[in-house]
């Protein structure tokens, strides 16, 4: 298989599936409080997905090679997980940061995107680490247009991150998407300018950056899923669909709520 291209009937489907994931994160924004469980979550944006939206959640059952099918909806990975935390029976607590990673099917075409919430009242760090890794990912999708490389995309958010002293998780990266949750590229979120492939207009593909406060070094729980940092630092992402255009680049999965992009000074 190699990079599909997507016309702009293809680009439509998937702007519509990009926004009602999106949604779907709008939608939790108000239920991320002290004393809800993740299980909650799960089960609030799977009924909202597939009776509201009328569309299905990928990550259910989703069983890429060498993995037990994923067994919720959505991922909630908190604290010093690093992503594909599996929702549980657990209530959120005060000051934890969460996570969730939404990705809806709608008419065949995936809308992946997640969102950092930080539960009640959250440490400086903590709020710290969120924020920088928000601007880390629109660094990245600020590169996008024709003729740029994927290794600029990767070379920005890998510079602006540990300039601040903070580290990029290697092991996981942004994919390609269309009629497949995950397909060609893959999009590393640390690199050297040009290098990699050469973008295209109709290549849509997501960037979510995992940014650990400590170390890089990343190690999976005994539940086949779950992927936390091995010095327990805390980690956060953030991600969209992104659509490459003839003139540089339309984010997908936007939506009402979606945070604005940030200001970015020059880096
Ligand atoms: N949404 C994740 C991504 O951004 C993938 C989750 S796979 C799952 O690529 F099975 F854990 F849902
Ligand atoms: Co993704
Ligand atoms: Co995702």
Known sequence: ????????????????????ASEVLDMLTAHVKPGITTDDLDRLAHRHIVEVQGAVPAPLNYAPPGYTPYP?????????????????DRPLKNG????????VIKDGWHGDTSRMYVVGEGS???????????EAMWRGIAKVRPGVRLGD????????????????????????IGRKFHEEPQ????????????????????????????RREIKELGDGWTI???????SAQWEHTVLVTESGYEVLTVSAGSPPPPELQAA
């Not at 919720?72 to 549980?88: A, E, L, M, Y």
Request: proline letters at 3%; glycine letters at 10%.
């Open 1 to 20: 298989m190699s990079i599909t291209i997507k016309s702009a009937a293809d680009a439509e489907g998937m702007r519509v599936a990009g926004r009602l």
């Open 72 to 88: 919720k909806s959505i991922c909630t990975s908190i604290n010093h997980q690093v992503c594909h935390g599996i929702p549980n």
């Open 96 to 103: 934890d940061i969460v996570n969730i990673d939404v990705t």
């Open 124 to 134: 400086i760090a903590a709020k710290r680490l969120c924020q920088l890794t928000y």
């Open 153 to 176: 995309i990767g070379h920005a958010i890998q510079t602006f991150t540990e300039r601040q002293g903070y580290s990029v998780v290697r092991e996981f990266c942004g994919h390609g």
């Open 187 to 214: 999009v590393l979120h640390y690199g050297r300018p040009g290098t990699l492939e050469e973008l295209v207009p109709g290549m849509v593909f997501t960037i979510e950056p995992m940014v650990n406060a400590g």
């Open 228 to 234: 936390v940092t091995k010095d327990r630092s805390l």
